[in-house]
């Protein structure tokens, strides 16, 4: 029997307000942190930070309301490297227009505080949804309240917090799509996945996963009719294939090439040679393409910035042992990284620069043939595993503000830690209670995680924690379903 959950609007928007006076109550106190983090001239409107990244995302925008181009200054190809998918653009853009930068940063801020409120009442009504199971909406509620994974990206005008909302909410209409199968619910399930994908593409992923998952869904209980699977993924695919199309053109349009995703300013990089053969090695290692972290691979070749910097990139070795065969070593790869940095040394003269870029190249290349040959195995399966488990089992906190030794700081990092791995761990403990209920739905919602860490850990590269954000959302709901029924079990050893 379905369990109903039954408030009124008034206790509907008191849930509402609750939630996000815990956001704004995070959002305050990391501020008040963030204070010694950053400079006074890296805020905008006191409140908006100017971090990494950040400036990639709105200003393409505000160069398409000032000139009509969209797009920043790039030395190759001009002001028509957007760098991002406009993603923000339906929100940003009438902002700027109508209030300023300072005016639509303060506001863009405010938005997603109150996405993120939302985000935690939707969640919580779709974990009930999902399992039956009342107890699980408060659980559910409490934990991504006080999460932070997403509410510290609040602070800053990037992709990563309404990625993270907008994937909540295309969850909760898939669910009721599935279940209903209502024409509203299956568009606005479309609508969001494809909004969240604009602000971080490889959340595109789950979207042929939403569509599978449906198939098979269909299947099991009985529903499968070939006419209204076209039907429903025409609506759910649409919004977003019209949407990514009209990229596409504008990409070619501007760069004579099709890009369906990020035109970012580092693409003429990887046209390079060198370049391409370092991003076609590292991740063949079981590396990681993250420029920042003394475990990145990649981010041992960087060329360093200062003497402090070079200094300490000749003093250690990110590599593990098992990289290497007969044929080089890491002497082999200080020299591989010596032609990469003399391909970017603009001293030299345009053919010396291209010479190096070929040998570098060259021998990245030669690389890889003789680690395919020695090491099989472990090219095929065990760098893949190797990037999954990085991605999935951090080791840092999701850049969180605390960054002092302090023992407030600390025990924040040591919370949020904590926190992150009941979620993991109990998303896996709550397959398990998936399946020993043999509740169709929740076994196959998994497979977004799935083809979401496989876009990002195997086929890209890319395992940074915060990318975690449009899946994290699902590790809550299954921990809590794994609390609830653990408490269950519990209940009925004791009265037995």
Not at 121 to 136: G, S
Not at 315 to 323: A, H, T
Not at 466 to 485: G, H, Q
Request: with cysteine.
């Amino acid at each position: 029997m379905q369990q109903q959950i039954h408030f009124t609007r008034k206790q509907w928007f008191n849930f509402y307000l609750l939630a996000l006076l815990v956001k704004t109550i995070l959002f305050i106190l990391f501020h008040i942190v963030n204070l010694s983090n950053f400079l006074p001239n890296e805020f905008v409107g006191g409140i908006s930070i100017l971090g990494a990244e950040v400036g990639y995302y709105y200003i393409p925008i505000e160069r398409l309301i000032d000139t009509g181009q969209y797009g920043i200054v790039e030395p190759v190809y001009g002001w028509h490297v957007a760098t991002r998918m406009p993603g923000w653009l339906p929100i940003y853009g009438p902002l700027y227009f109508l209030f300023g930068q300072v005016g639509a940063h303060i506001i863009s801020i405010i938005f997603q505080v109150l996405a993120d409120a939302l985000a935690v009442v939707v969640l919580a009504v779709t974990a009930k949804e999902i399992f039956n199971d009342k107890r699980v909406f408060y659980i559910a509620f409490f934990v991504y309240a006080i999460s932070a994974f997403v509410s510290n990206t609040n602070h800053f005008v990037k992709s990563d917090s309404f990625c993270g909302s907008f994937a909540v909410f295309s969850l909760f209409f898939f669910v009721r799509a599935v279940r209903n199968n209502q024409f509203k619910d299956w568009l606005l399930s479309g609508v969001f996945i494809g909004w969240s994908t604009f602000m971080r593409p490889a959340t595109g992923a789950m979207i042929p996963a939403y569509v599978l998952i449906y198939f098979i869904y269909a299947v099991q209980t009985g529903k499968f009719s070939f006419q209204q699977l076209v039907k429903n993924g025409l609506i759910f695919t649409v919004p977003f294939v019209l949407c990514i199309t009209a990229w596409a053109c504008r990409n070619y349009r501007a760069l004579d090439k099709v890009v369906l995703a990020t035109t970012t300013n580092e693409e003429w990089f990887y046209d390079q040679p060198h370049r391409k053969a370092l991003w076609d090695l590292i991740p063949a290692w079981g590396g990681a393409l993250n420029t920042w972290g003394d475990e990145s691979y990649f981010r041992w070749f960087l060329v360093p910035k200062d003497k402090a910097e070079y200094e300490k990139l000749q003093s250690y070795s990110p590599f593990n042992e098992q990289i290497f065969t007969p044929d080089y070593n890491l002497d082999s790869l200080k020299q591989l990284r010596q032609y990469y940095w003399l391909s970017w040394d603009s001293t030299l003269a345009l053919n010396d620069m291209k010479r190096y870029q070929n040998l570098c190249a060259e021998k990245a290349y030669a690389y890889l043939a003789s680690y395919k040959k020695h090491h099989f195995f472990y090219y095929c399966f065990g760098a893949n595993l190797k990037l999954i488990k990085e991605f999935l089992f951090v080791k840092q906190t999701f850049e969180l503000p605390f960054m002092k030794n302090t023992l407030s700081h600390r025990l924040a990092r040591a919370f949020y830690f904590l926190l992150y791995y009941f979620c993991l761990h109990g998303f896996f403990a709550g397959i398990i209670f998936a399946f020993i209920r043999r509740n169709k739905l929740a076994i196959l919602l998994p497979l977004l995680v799935v083809a979401h860490v496989l876009a990002h850990a195997v086929a890209l590269g890319w395992i940074y924690n915060w990318y975690l954000i449009p899946v994290y959302p699902i590790f809550v709901i299954y921990a809590c379903y794994a609390v609830s029924e653990t408490y269950v079990f519990i209940t009925k050893a004791k009265k037995s």
